[in-house]
C-alpha cells in the first residue's frame, strides 16, 4: 500500500508539473496576443519567440509562427513574415491552417510588390484549393495582385469570377476606362503635333507644340522656297524636328503621368475608403 501511495504521490505530481507548464504556456500566449492587440509588435515579437523556445511540444508552432508573421508584416518587415509565414505553414496541422499561411505570404508578396511571385504562388496554390470557397479566395488575391502590377484590365477579370458586380471589378473597370494608350498618345503626336497632349488633357501644352511646329515648319519651308538652304537647313534641323520630337516625348510623358495618377487616385481610395479585406 505503502508501495502504490508514494506511487500516485508522484504520478500526481509529475501531472500537476506538466498542467502548470501547460498553464504558463497558456498564459504566455495570451501574453503575448494582447501586446499583439495593442500594435507592439516589437514586444509581441519577444514573447511570441520565448513561447516557441519554451514550447517542448511544438503545440504553439503554427499559431506563434502565424502571429510572428502578422506582426513582421504590420511592422512592414516583408523578408521577415515571409519567413515566419512559412514556418507556420510547415507546422500546419489542416488543410485551412495550410492556406491561411500560403495565402499570407501571397499577400506578403503583394505589398512587397514581388507579384511575379506572387502568381507563382497563386498559380502552385490553384492546383491544390481551387474548389468551395477558396475558389473565390484566390480569384479575390490574385485581383489584388493584378491591381499592384497595374494590370487593372486582368484585375477585373478575376473579380468578376466572383460577380459580375463585384465592387472591385467595377472600380477596376472605371481606372481601365479612364487611363489612357501611350501608344495612341504617340502616334497621333507623329501624325499632328500637339493632338497627344490634348488627347491626354494637356490643352495649353498642346496648342503651343501645334504652334511652334506650324511656324518653324513654315519657315522651314520658305527658307527652301526662297532658295535659302543653309537657313532651311538650320531652322529646319536646329528648331523644327527638335520641337518634333520634343512634342512626341511630352506627349508620351504626360500619358504615363495620367496613367500613374489615375492608379494613384484609385489606390487611395483602396486604401482609405475601401472596406473590404485587404494585402
Known amino acids: 500500500m505503502s508501495f502504490l501511495k508514494k506511487y500516485?504521490?508522484?504520478?500526481?505530481?509529475?501531472?500537476?508539473?506538466?498542467?502548470?507548464?501547460?498553464?504558463?504556456?497558456?498564459?504566455?500566449f495570451d501574453y503575448a496576443n494582447n501586446?499583439?492587440?495593442?500594435?507592439?509588435?516589437?514586444?509581441?515579437?519577444?514573447?511570441?519567440?520565448?513561447?516557441?523556445?519554451?514550447?517542448?511540444?511544438?503545440?504553439?508552432?503554427f499559431p506563434a509562427n502565424y502571429k510572428i508573421g502578422?506582426?513582421?508584416?504590420?511592422?512592414?518587415?516583408?523578408?521577415?513574415?515571409?519567413?515566419?509565414?512559412?514556418?507556420?505553414?510547415?507546422?500546419?496541422?489542416?488543410?485551412?491552417?495550410?492556406?491561411?499561411?500560403?495565402?499570407?505570404i501571397v499577400k506578403t508578396n503583394i505589398l512587397r510588390?514581388?507579384?511575379?511571385?506572387?502568381?507563382?504562388?497563386?498559380?502552385?496554390?490553384?492546383?491544390?484549393?481551387?474548389?468551395?470557397?477558396?475558389?473565390?479566395?484566390?480569384?479575390?488575391?490574385?485581383?489584388?495582385n493584378y491591381i499592384f502590377a497595374d494590370n487593372w484590365k486582368k484585375a477585373s477579370e478575376c473579380f468578376a469570377k466572383i460577380s459580375p458586380s463585384h465592387e472591385l471589378k467595377l472600380l477596376c473597370d472605371g481606372v481601365e476606362k479612364e487611363k489612357v494608350s501611350v501608344t495612341f498618345t504617340k502616334v497621333i503626336s507623329y501624325i499632328l503635333p500637339g493632338a497627344g497632349q490634348v488627347y491626354t488633357g494637356q490643352y495649353i501644352?498642346?496648342?503651343?507644340?501645334?504652334?511652334?511646329?506650324?511656324?518653324?515648319?513654315?519657315?522651314t519651308i520658305n527658307s527652301f522656297a526662297e532658295e535659302r538652304i543653309f537657313d532651311g537647313?538650320?531652322?529646319?534641323?536646329?528648331?523644327?524636328?527638335r520641337f518634333y520630337r520634343g512634342n512626341v516625348q511630352n506627349a508620351?510623358?504626360?500619358a504615363e503621368e495620367k496613367n500613374i495618377e489615375t492608379a494613384n487616385k484609385a489606390l487611395r481610395y483602396l486604401q482609405n475608403n475601401y472596406q473590404g479585406q485587404k494585402p
Open 8 to 28: 500516485s504521490t508522484l504520478l500526481f505530481f509529475f501531472i500537476s508539473l506538466a498542467a502548470n507548464a501547460q498553464n504558463q504556456l497558456s498564459s504566455q
Open 35 to 61: 501586446l499583439f492587440k495593442a500594435h507592439q509588435y516589437f514586444d509581441a515579437v519577444t514573447e511570441y519567440k520565448r513561447l516557441l523556445f519554451f514550447d517542448s511540444k511544438n503545440e504553439y508552432a
Open 70 to 104: 502578422e506582426a513582421y508584416k504590420s511592422g512592414l518587415k516583408f523578408d521577415e513574415a515571409i519567413k515566419y509565414f512559412s514556418l507556420a505553414e510547415m507546422s500546419a496541422a489542416n488543410s485551412e491552417q495550410k492556406y491561411s499561411s500560403k495565402i499570407e
Open 113 to 144: 510588390r514581388t507579384t511575379d511571385r506572387a502568381h507563382q504562388l497563386l498559380d502552385e496554390m490553384e492546383k491544390t484549393f481551387y474548389t468551395g470557397v477558396y475558389k473565390d479566395s484566390l480569384n479575390y488575391w490574385r485581383g489584388w
Open 205 to 219: 501644352s498642346g496648342i503651343l507644340s501645334l504652334s511652334y511646329n506650324v511656324l518653324f515648319g513654315y519657315l
Open 233 to 241: 537647313f538650320a531652322v529646319g534641323s536646329l528648331l523644327w524636328l
Open 252 to 254: 508620351e510623358k504626360f
